[in-house]
């Protein structure tokens, strides 16, 4: 005789009980599926974002700038790298800011470089230029054509050199310059623009910089390796670029929204989470009344000697056999759903199949089968039914019929039965509460959007916001660049002339110093920033507010110092400092005097930002509190505006103890108890003043190295003094026009303006970044909108800029978001007809099972709609949790996620179409449900209660 | 005084293709107050029989007239309606709602038709039947006795005019089925309620005053008291 095994038992009871597996294997199939959907999903997620530093700078994991000094030798043994390629840059071009260089075989195949024309160079004397630098050239040459420069070796003499263009090359030296700037204390790090022939003729002076690009060796890790000694000796410029997680990435404007992606793998996870604790209460349930269908069985196998864990295998074993089937095609399902919404997602998720994926998949999978039913396996191998029936402890002791008020036999048999048996409806409540709060999402991101409006038709923005700075002690300077990155006025004019372009404004603010008139600092500029560290939370009191970084609250650019020099006269009055900080102040003087004697100035130097204004505004005209806003001297550069605004600090006090403060120019918006506890007012500025002003700019050779620590020496202070006189200086005078009071001018504080001619006619570089804001006259068609924005990209890309189209950025979000909300209606629905099936058909499980009692009470007289009680409220319970499950998720998403979601901002339509959406589910349910006990109520009451 | 009549009923079923007579014209009257024992042997019709006297199942020919109303005209819920004003249930087993108590149970007639239990009717029936202290116990906890009795007071508890009882003792053993079924006829007896009992002892039937005897679905002897 065979052996009969468990496996040989348990597929002979999935073939005898198809009907009573099926729920279970939905269960079981939609646990895979979903485990697929968000394995693959997040994967995805983070496929994209890998892909998008990939097209950037191809597939290092990180790059040595300036490694020279390291030989091959080294880097090689170190163990720490696997592959390792080497990017020399050999000149500057004409003065420019853009280098000549190239890439060894290894960083070519390490950094893939395309090209968008032509070909690489093959031949000394040939040149590729990468898209932007051959647009910052401002040349107007093409493939094929020839250009001689004054190249600059690195070190040494000048030479001149033709070459002939033969490619145009995809961009990959603004991100590496812009990762570079991170840890370079020199500026922006060169990093070649164009390439030539890594077998070029040499430059006669200099040797080439060497930037190394590595690959990690296998289980090398970012923190290892930044721990190891050999990131001490050669790594403090080592800068890495994770690619798996999308972190260590610096002003990479493709990671700029980080934090989105992050949260869109999370969406991932938090959905999948969600749907398999819904998959895995859906296979406890279908489990328990699987085995409550099967008590009797499991008596009489108990019965004939079966332990309570042959029990568990042997039912459990049900469980494995459909998680087997359910595999691949659950598997094979999430892999098609996943390639759907990559198709509408394109850019946010990519389609990569890893057969590793699998693992995971099943593991997770198996993991939520295992958790799942475990608990009923349990209950059932434990307990007999008559012991779930006897349990009597809830219910009412009565020995003689006291006077009850009447009650509806029916509730009584459905409160009972969810009393019984609570696990039952658990995931269906799971599951309504999903689709009414995916409802609710839905329709607060549909109203959200249909009520949105670009500000401008387009604008022009930079394409790396990184800022070439210079530090040096404690001044910082702004690099030459600044003054080559921008858009000329031509550029600007021929913006202007373009047709059906309506208004042109420019935001910009050059970093200036303010040279005081004699050594005394007027009380408005010592209350101004007194009052503004008090915005910083600092304390008077505190020793090391003296060192706090003043400012205008936009950017400390061109030059922080310490407060202590603004407001102490000499470094002697200050006192009652630690050893250390008195050093600090003492080299703070020791700078600011050899800056003033290098600018030949005798009063003190005050930071102050020029910003580029749209005068024509009328709130600028009601902020004039003092003279009047002449546009003609404005944009001659013989006057300027003054926003000097009057700042009041706010202290709150409750029991005793500071609870809030507030610093600001405006009166009325603080809370009345608050007590105004100083002001700074306008005592200096007047119309018709002279200003002295200067800007100091820095060239790639004449950079103020770094000084000691301090107290400096005379030939220390000798040194830096001429390095600062070597500084590229416009220094002009000016007259104020105006002083303003109140100015539309967002969170700028103190500060001069003029107009974008203006800051021209003073010679000074809009050190910080430009935007130009466009508007066009009404609505224009589609290709003239194209024609202007080839146009306006042509002009923007000289200055390295990028051109935005909002109105195009407005079409695209409303159509990424019309596709993402039919695949949210899609899910909506799907969820929707899974929360109404679930119910319905554990409902009909109940029917089928309860046929018996069904045939009894209509035996004592129960006619169809008092039995359709008994099931109508488990539905509506259920229906209910589910609803206030919604609610209180949709609370919790709009306190806690306030910032992502604008949940509630559109309550009143959105809180009643989620009660409309439960009632329709409890409407479903009923229908559904009435005719599943039309099945029983069709055959005659005998046959009901006939003995099965 | 006739109460329930029945004319040429015939109850065919299919069972494998062949069609099997249950029942075939059966003519019967039963009179007010009477207590009429159906017997025969198994698979002779006498449960079938019961079922459509009761409502509880359709024949295939003739009709049931309860008081000069045609069942066979009434649908579905005026069935239900009849059965708990007018009727009342014993089966052979019990069919108790497991999730209900004893009281429940027994109340659930009166619930079902939505009235106030006449409490002093109901509280000496449970006196009577003894089960006073396991009315708050759910069926799974009682003896088969208990629930019997249990299923009678719920049968009696709206007074109902006929009681149907199915086999009331075949789960009991005999010394309980005596006692279920002398209840049984107390009760009746007091409340003046007509009773129509089926059984396949002779001891049970011999209790009744009208005995109609059944084979192959057909009456074969019907002794005892008849209708004027």
């Known amino acids: ?948 | 005084m006739e109460i329930l009549r029945c004319e040429s009923l015939t109850k065919t079923y299919q069972s494998g293709g062949m069609p099997v007579h249950a029942l075939q014209n059966v003519t019967l009257t039963f009179a007010q107050g009477s207590f009429t024992a159906v017997t025969g042997k198994s698979g002779s019709g006498k449960s079938t029989l019961l079922h459509m006297l009761s409502g509880l199942d359709r024949p295939t020919g003739g009709k049931v007239i309860y008081q000069d109303n045609d069942l066979s005209k009434y649908n579905d819920n005026q069935l239900s309606v009849l059965r708990r004003r007018r009727f009342g249930f014993v089966f052979q087993s019990y069919n108790l709602v497991r999730e209900l108590t004893a009281q429940e149970n027994i109340l659930l007639p009166v619930m079902l038709d939505s009235r106030k239990p006449d409490e002093n009717h109901l509280n000496r029936l449970i006196e009577i039947l003894g089960i006073g202290d396991r009315l708050s116990h759910l069926p799974g906890a009682m003896s088969g006795g208990q629930q019997q009795r249990v299923c009678i007071a719920r049968a009696l508890a709206n007074k109902p005019a006929i009681l149907f009882a199915d086999e009331p003792t075949g789960n009991l053993d005999g010394k309980t089925g005596r006692e279920v079924l002398t209840l049984l006829r107390t009760v009746s007896q007091e409340l003046g309620i007509t009773m129509i009992l089926v059984t396949h002892d002779l001891g049970v039937a011999e209790q009744a005053e009208r005995i109609i005897r059944l084979e192959d679905g057909q009456v074969v002897d019907d002794s005892g008291v008849t209708v004027q």
């Open chain 1, 1 to 948: 005789m065979k052996r009969l095994t468990m496996n040989q038992v348990a597929k002979a009871s999935l073939k005898a009980n198809k009907k009573a597996y099926r729920s279970l294997a939905v269960g079981i199939f939609l646990a895979v599926y979903l485990c697929t959907a968000a394995v693959l999903g997040a994967y995805g997620t983070i496929q994209a974002n890998q892909q998008k530093i990939i097209d950037r700078v191809g597939y290092i994991d990180g790059f040595f700038l300036n490694s020279a000094s390291v030989s091959d030798e080294t880097v090689r043994s170190s163990g720490w790298f696997a592959r390792v390629g080497k990017v020399f840059v050999t000149a500057q071009i004409d003065k420019t800011g853009q280098y000549v260089g190239y890439y060894d075989e290894e960083a070519l195949s390490l950094m893939p470089r395309t090209c968008v024309e032509g070909r690489m160079p093959e031949n000394p004397g040939e040149i590729a230029l990468e898209e932007t630098a051959l647009a910052q050239l401002r040349l107007d040459i093409g493939v094929g054509d020839q250009v001689t420069w004054t190249m600059q070796p690195l070190a040494g003499l000048p030479e001149e050199r033709t070459y002939t263009l033969v490619g145009v090359l995809n961009d990959q030296s603004p991100y590496m310059e812009s990762y570079g700037s991170m840890i370079s204390d020199h500026g922006t790090p060169e990093w070649p623009n164009a390439l030539v022939y890594s077998q070029d003729t040499p430059f006669q002076t200099g040797d080439p910089a060497v930037h190394r690009v590595v690959t990690y060796a296998t289980l090398v890790t970012y923190s290892r390796f930044t721990n190891s000694d050999a990131y001490e000796a050669w790594g403090y410029n080592f800068i890495a670029i994770s690619r798996s997680t999308g972190q260590a990435t610096w002003y990479d404007p493709a990671l700029e929204d980080l934090e989105k992606y992050a949260g869109q793998s999370m969406i991932w996870w938090i959905m999948g989470g969600a749907l398999l604790l819904t998959c895995g209460i859906g296979i406890s349930s279908a489990m328990e009344s699987m085995l409550a269908q099967k008590t009797e069985e499991i008596g009489m196998l108990r019965a004939v000697g079966a332990t309570r864990r042959q029990i568990r295998r042997l039912f459990g074993r049900d469980g494995w056999l459909l998680c087997l089937i359910a595999l691949p095609i659950g598997i094979g399902l999430g892999i098609v759903t996943v390639w759907v919404i990559s198709l509408f997602a394109e850019r946010t998720i990519l389609f990569r199949l890893n057969g590793w994926l699998l693992l995971p998949v099943a593991a997770l999978s198996a993991l939520c089968v295992l958790l799942s039913s475990r608990l009923p396996l349990k209950r059932a191998s434990r307990q007999t039914p008559m012991g779930v029936l006897r349990d009597t402890g809830t219910l009412r002791k009565a020995k003689r019929f006291q006077s009850k008020k009447q009650f509806r036999a029916t509730r009584l048999i459905a409160s009972r039965q969810t009393r019984l048996h609570p696990l039952r409806q658990a995931g269906a409540s799971v599951m309504v509460a999903l689709t009414l709060l995916l409802t609710a999402v839905l329709s607060e991101a549909f109203l959200y959007q249909s009520g949105y409006q670009p500000a401008y038709d387009f604008y022009i923005q930079p394409v790396n916001v990184h800022y070439t700075t210079v530090t040096s002690g404690s001044l910082h300077f702004a690099g030459q660049a600044a003054k080559e990155n921008v858009l000329t006025e031509q550029d600007m004019q021929q913006i202007r002339a373009i047709e059906n372009v309506q208004s042109v404004t420019l935001e910009t603010a050059a970093d200036i110093l303010l040279e005081l008139n004699e050594n005394e600092v007027p009380q408005y500029f010592r209350d101004y920033y007194t009052e503004e560290r008090l915005i910083a939370g600092m304390s008077i009191n505190d020793e090391s507010a003296l060192h706090y970084t003043f400012h205008n609250p936009v950017m400390p650019f061109i030059f922080t110092n310490s407060l202590a020099y603004l407001l102490e006269d000499t470094p002697d009055q200050v006192t009652d400092l630690t050893d250390e900080y008195r050093v600090w102040n003492a080299k703070t003087f020791q700078e600011m005097q050899a800056a003033q004697r290098a600018y030949g100035v005798t009063g003190k130097l005050i930071p102050l930002t020029v910003e580029v204004v749209d005068v024509n505004d009328p709130e600028f005209q009601r902020g004039v509190v003092d003279g009047k806003i002449n546009l003609a001297a404005l944009d001659a550069g013989q006057e300027v505006l003054v926003y000097a605004p009057t700042l009041g600090y706010w202290e709150t006090v409750e029991h005793g103890e500071t609870v809030g403060n507030t610093a600001g120019a405006d009166f009325g918006e603080y809370r009345p108890d608050a007590q105004l506890k100083g002001m700074a007012v306008n005592d200096y500025f007047r119309a018709g003043q002279s200003l002295s002003l200067l800007q100091a700019l820095t060239e790639p050779d004449n950079r103020p190295t770094d000084f000691s620590t301090g107290p400096y020496t005379p030939a220390e202070l000798e040194n830096m003094e001429q390095a600062y006189r070597n500084l590229h200086t416009d220094k002009t005078a000016v007259t104020v026009g105006a002083v303003l009071e109140s100015a539309p001018l967002g969170s700028n504080g103190l500060c001069l303006m003029t107009t974008e001619k203006g800051l021209r006619a003073l010679g000074f570089a809009p050190t910080q970044p430009t935007f130009v804001n466009i508007t066009l006259t009404g609505e224009v068609d589609r290709a003239a909108e194209e024609a202007i924005q080839r146009r306006l990209e042509t002009i923007a890309s000289r200055a390295g800029m990028e051109v935005v189209n909002r109105m195009a950025n407005a079409r695209e979000n409303a159509r990424q978001q019309r596709k993402t909300e039919l695949v949210f209606l899609g899910v909506i629905i799907l969820f929707f007809a899974v929360a109404v099936s679930m119910q319905v058909s554990s409902a009909g499980r109940r029917i089928r099972a309860d046929q018996r009692m069904i045939g009894t009470l209509r035996a004592v007289g129960a006619d169809e709609s008092a039995l359709l009680g008994c099931y109508r409220l488990p539905m509506i319970v259920t229906t209910a949790i589910g609803l206030l499950l919604a609610l209180c998720l949709f609370i919790l998403m709009g306190t806690v996620w306030s910032n992502y979601f604008l949940m509630g901002r559109h309550a009143v339509i959105t809180l009643p179409l989620m009660i409309l959406l439960a009632a329709l589910c409890a409407l479903c349910c009923m229908i559904g449900v009435k005719a599943r006990l039309r099945q029983v109520l069709n055959r005659s009451v005998v046959e009901n209660i006939r003995e099965l």
